[in-house]
Every structure is written in structure tokens, then in C-alpha cells.
């Protein structure tokens, strides 16, 4: 009889096997993303377009590399205001979503109050915030916190009050008590929810911080992108833009890590493997 042998991946197959996994998921688009700019960079000869109008890709690279120390740290103001004002935005929103869900007097309040709120621009609160507090950190991370906060309290209440009464009611009878029925049924039963209201706030982080940079401050890379546009640079500014871009999609990736630690059972996160 022959025993079949198994072989234990070594440290280097370990650590990389993430990666490899990613890149088998994501090869699609990594394939749209390089023929992207490589017609892009072919458009430009073919149609004769001005480098002022719209520089090549690989102009962005080199320009924008020339510059790096500055992008750098311009990124990291803008990814600190976008971070800090997502993260006060959960801290807040989470626990008041599930208020609002538990009280009927809430509900009959404040819910239409942020709902309200929610159809009104949060920019339009950027140059008063900054006429107010000045051009330093907190302003933008108070209009962070304003686009990020209503759509996590919003989806919290959703979440949070949408356990079917018959469900609880079965839980109860099994002698459950409410924390336990809360912390074993409602809560995992809300995080899903929860999670698509965390996610839109991740994508909308950025673009708070970006606006109110430009509206009001002397660093960030909203500040860039105006300074070097009106100096007629658009290769930097394309090259600040994809910073941004970089700066979202890893907010929204570390959101979307957390959510399949944490509910790896649902069926959004069965079917991504």
C-alpha cells in the first residue's frame, strides 16, 4: 500500500499564499487596469492630445516621482483627516443607531431629524466649519465625521431593527437572557447591515477630506491638486488624484478585512472565497 504524502507549504509559501489567492481572484481586473492605461497612453499619440490637456501616464509616474517627498507627506495629512473622522463617525453612530432602533420615542425624533439631514449637502457646512475653526485638522475632520456618520446610523437602525419578532420571541423562550439574545442573535444578525453602511463611509472618507481641503487649508492633497492645477501641472495632478485613489481603496480594504474576520459565515463573504 502507498501512503500518499502530504507537503506542508514552507514560511515563503505561507506568507505569500494570501497574495497568490488575490491575484488568482483579482487577475480581471488587473487585466482591465493595464490595458486601461495602455490605450491610454496610446490615445494620446493617436488623437494628438496636449500634454496640458491630458499628460501620459507614464509622464504622471515620472513627474509625480520627481515630487514624492511632498505627495508623501500631503497623503498622510489627508489619510489622517480621513481616518480620524471615519473612525469618530463609527464610534458615535454605531452605539446611537442602536438607540434609536430600541426607542420608539428616538425613532419618533431624531430618526426623521437625520434623515432630513442626510438629504442636505454636508459640503455646504465646510466653508462655515472653516470660518469658524480656522484651516487646521479639526474642521476637516468634522466634515469627514458628517459624511461618514449618516450612513453608518442610518444602516445601524436598519440593521438593528430588522430581527424578526417571532425570532426573538424563540430565542426568549429558550431562557435566553435580552444581553445574551443581543449578543448571540441581534448583534450578528445587524453586522451585515452594519457593514454596508461602514463601507460606503469608507468610500466617502476621502472625498470629504479632499473637499474641505480645498475649500480651506495650506496641506493635504486637495490643497495639492488645486495649487498644481492652477500652475497648469495636470501631470500632477493626475498623479495626486491616483494618491487619493490609493488612499480610499485601502480604507476600504481594511473595512472589508474587518468584516471577514468578523462575519465570515455570511453569504457575501462564502461567496468572495
Sequence with gaps: MTMASSEKPGPVGGLLAPLFRLVRRSWLFL???VGFFVAWEL???VFDIKAYILPRPS???TRGWADIDKLLYYTWITGVESVLGY???VAVALP???AIAFSP???QTIYPFF?????TPKIAFAPLFISWLGFGLLPK???VFLVCFFPIVLNAILAFGSLSEELERFVRATGASPLRTFLKVRLPAAMPQCFVGFKYAAINATVGATIAEFIGSDQGLGFYIQIVTGNMRPDLAFAGIFLLTLLGLALFGVVTLVERLLIPWHISQRRAH
Design 96 to 98: 446611537l443607531g442602536l
Design 43 to 45: 490615445a494620446i499619440d
Design 105 to 107: 420615542f428616538l425613532r
Design 141 to 143: 475632520v468634522i466634515i
Design 31 to 33: 487585466l482591465f487596469f
Design 59 to 61: 509622464e504622471i509616474v
Design 115 to 119: 434623515v432630513s439631514l442626510e438629504m
Design 87 to 89: 473612525v469618530v463617525a
